[in-house]
């Protein structure tokens, strides 16, 4: 990887969003979910199918991660034992409780990246300092998504079932066109404003090939890189991406090896907010049955003060 070019390379022609929406921003894009966009989602709310798209948390049989992260780990605190064993508190009237905790990366499950979540050059999102990020993240945390809340009309491109596939390949990729391309089979527009959401399947393969053949040679399928597609989100006005892959891109751009290129031209650089490991697949199914690909996007992640990222159970609705 020594011998790739440095993102400011990769990047060099690259639009920013730095300013547009003024010095002190930190949402970026969700700037243009307005009154109107929540409005136009709402407008494909026609059945009243509800989908909630976190992939399961703490799940035992483990957590598809970032590699380096470890999965949630949720301990008990107290339960019925502790009553049997005689370690419980009595309370007047016999109450018995259950409390546990997590320890959790931020990240390290469905989740919202912060805008300041990476960066490059000494520079986050707005141009703010990378300094910015010493002890948690004090411009571009992941607080100001979380209050303002992510509501929009939401559009499924499955591209694991537009390439006749159960899921996605170690880095198989694919581009903006292949999403219109994608989108046209569905028959839907990808319309301005419209958050994206890509179903890859690839996650399935940690439960079914386990993760020891996941993690080997780790290189997620997803979008890869060209100036094209990161025009494309701008002229879009595209607020957020949300995926069913732990990065959202595929972790090496093929021509440079350069990591994670679209995290810096996308997230950095337009302000794209980014959510990721998310569960696609009963939606998938049912718009595969319905065939409707719109629909209502609804989320909040936590609001975790100077967080780098947060857990989030997004809600689409038809
Ligand atoms: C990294 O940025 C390394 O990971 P992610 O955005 O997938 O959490």
Redesign the pocket.
Known sequence: MTDSPSMSEVLKDCPKNWGRWGEDDEVGALNFLTAEEVLRGVQHVKQGKVFPVQLKMGDPNGDPV?PGRRAAERLMVIDEGNWIGGSAPEFPGGLHYADDFITAFL?GST?Y?ALG??WYDGEIYNGYDAKTTIGGLKKASVLPIAEKGIVGRGVLLDMARYRGKDRLEKGETFTHEDLEACAEKQGITIEKHDIILIRTGFLGSFHEDGPVKFYDGFNEPGLTFSKELVEWFHEREIPNLVTDT???ETTYEPDTGVA?PL?CALMRNLGVT?T?ICDLEALAEDCASDNQYAFLYAAAPLKIVEGT?APVNPIVVK
């Open positions: 970032w990240q989740q990246d979540h990476v732990i990065a959202n994670l995290h980014f990721e990222g």
